[in-house]
């Protein structure tokens, strides 16, 4: 107990400082108990450490905020190609729900490794996105081949002359016939078997009121002997659209189409398209 005293009353013991001027002045005596000196330097060294810990975490504030910016900025790519890969999926079980080629065709919208590190993970994914790519290209390239394809017959009727050599109804004499005549009734309406550009309609001596429409992928039809015809040039067609109907306009012994199918430039025998493709 009494050495507790003893080091209190020490403390409390003063502590005098002469501060003496360089001009003419009197000294300056400071009496300043010793736990008031002790208290002042352990304020100066809490002050000093607390200074050097601001001035280190300044030093690591914007290291860290890059960092925090690359990291945000690699989950945000990752969350945009996770988002645009189950879109993909969710499209792919849509189209090859369907059981035959020709729905998947019909309803295609061809419109566009285990390793945590990010930058391969983000390298696998992108694989991956090209790899869905080149399936939708594909798709959409067979999707333009189905569509400019002729399919199914242009009117409801009968087959009156088949495609090939046949005996001409105005001389007699065996001639080749480039198409098919399908006869029905005047005015049935006359469709088109695959989407197009009307490039011809009008009249010509022989074939009266023609209609001629390019579908691409080397692929052109011709509707003859038409009544008349429900289309201008450069208008655009879908498969099933009316660009026609049924006559006996030109060089026609009864109400008619002559039905053609062109390939890249040549006549081909129109009978594999009637019936559709497989």
């Not at 022989?206 to 001629?212: A, E, M, Q």
């Not at 655009?236 to 030109?250: A, E, F, H, Q």
Request: aromatic share 12%; proline share 4%.
């Amino acid at each position: 107990m009494e050495r507790i005293y003893f080091l209190f009353k020490k403390t409390l013991t003063p502590i005098t400082i002469m501060v003496i001027p360089h001009e003419n002045l009197k000294p300056l005596n400071l009496k300043i108990p010793f736990f008031g000196i002790l208290l002042s330097f352990l304020v100066l060294v809490v002050g000093v450490v607390q200074t050097y810990r601001l001035i280190m975490d300044g030093l690591k504030y914007p290291f860290l905020m890059e960092k925090v910016d690359f990291y945000t900025q690699k989950f945000s790519e990752w969350n945009s190609t996770v988002t645009a890969l189950r879109e993909t999926e969710r499209d792919f079980h849509r189209i090859f729900s369907s059981k035959s080629k020709d729905k998947v065709l019909d309803t295609v919208d061809t419109s566009y490794s285990g390793d945590i590190e990010i930058e391969n993970l983000m390298g696998e994914l992108q694989k991956t996105v090209e790899r869905v790519d080149e399936i939708k290209d594909y798709l959409r390239i067979q999707k333009d081949l189905y569509l400019a394809t002729p399919k199914g017959y242009p009117t409801e009727g009968r087959i009156s002359s088949s495609y090939g050599n046949r005996e001409s109804p105005f001389s007699g004499i065996r001639t080749f016939h480039s198409g098919v005549d399908i006869s029905a009734s005047s005015g049935t309406p006359i469709r088109a078997t695959a989407d197009g550009v009307v490039s011809y309609s009008g009249w010509t001596q022989s074939s009266g009121f023609l209609v001629v429409i390019e579908h691409g992928c080397g692929f052109s039809t011709a509707y003859a002997h038409n009544q008349k015809n429900a289309v201008k040039m450069a208008q655009k067609v879908r498969r099933g659209d009316v660009v026609g109907y049924i006559g006996s306009s030109g060089k026609s012994t009864g109400p008619h189409v002559h039905y053609e199918v062109w390939e890249k430039g040549k006549r081909i025998n129109p009978n594999k398209f009637l019936q559709g493709r497989s």
